[in-house]
């Protein structure tokens, strides 16, 4: 079974712009999460979208948004960049997102911004 | 306030040498909780989970951890330490927040295997 992809693998930016990424998580899993990684503040938890619905969500300003589309691949735009937007952005599936769960990890975008 | 802490940010030990990775953490009700591992330009790989049961759980590449419900640990261990298993280690709880139950990982330990 093919796993989590992400796509771009890397993207450079510049400030104002705005970005879009890809995932497409593990055929049958229905629950993909987005995380940020940065070196100061780790993984931070992003949003979550379960059956095309955003069903949770983290400490984010509304310029990080998501969406999933009805074959459970999903995508994440950030608007309007900052520099510290750059990071490490991880997408990870898992079959329907229960607390017991283990959630996959993709390689990861790694965006930087100018 | 739920939470995860890795008290140590870097780890050396011996190639063969026992290696232990230290994750506490603090949670409200049953906590489930992950250990995954991070190595250069990479995502996250996991590695073992306790849910229930057995305090002790074995996970891949030779892996374990122990729960210890009383102190609130769950660290990471392994026999013998392999050069390769030279990476980033996160601990993770799941647990309910603000009605929405969540991934929340450790800082990172940085374990490098010393030849």
């Known amino acids: 079974k093919a796993g989590v992809t992400q796509t771009p693998r890397y993207l450079i930016k510049t400030r104002g712009q705005q970005v879009t990424l890809s995932c497409s998580p593990i055929s049958g899993h229905r629950s993909v999460s987005w995380y940020q990684q940065t070196p100061g503040q780790g993984l931070q938890f992003l949003f979550e979208y379960f059956s095309e619905t955003q069903r949770n969500k983290g400490n984010f300003p509304g310029r990080f948004s998501g969406r999933q589309f009805s074959n459970s691949r999903s995508e994440m735009n950030v608007s309007t960049l900052e520099l510290g937007d750059s990071a490490l952005y991880l997408c990870?599936?898992?079959?329907?997102?229960?607390?017991?769960?283990?959630?996959?990890f993709g390689p990861g975008t790694r965006l930087l911004v100018l | 306030a739920q939470s995860v802490a890795q008290p140590e940010d870097q780890v050396n030990v011996a190639e063969g040498n026992p290696l232990t990775v230290k994750c506490t953490y603090s949670v409200s009700g049953n906590p489930y909780l992950f250990w995954y591992v991070q190595y250069p330009n990479r995502g996250l790989q996991f590695l073992l989970k306790?849910?229930?049961?057995?305090?002790l759980v074995k996970g891949s590449y030779g892996f374990e951890a122990e729960f210890n419900k009383s102190q609130t640990s769950f660290h990471l261990k392994k026999p013998s330490a392999l050069v390769s298993d030279s990476a980033l280690y996160f601990c993770a709880v799941r647990a309910l927040t603000s009605g929405t139950y969540k991934y929340i990982f450790g800082t990172g330990t940085r374990l490098k295997v010393l030849a």
């Open positions: 306790y849910i229930t049961g057995d305090n």
């Open positions: 990870a599936s898992s079959q329907t997102g229960e607390i017991w769960e283990t959630q996959y």
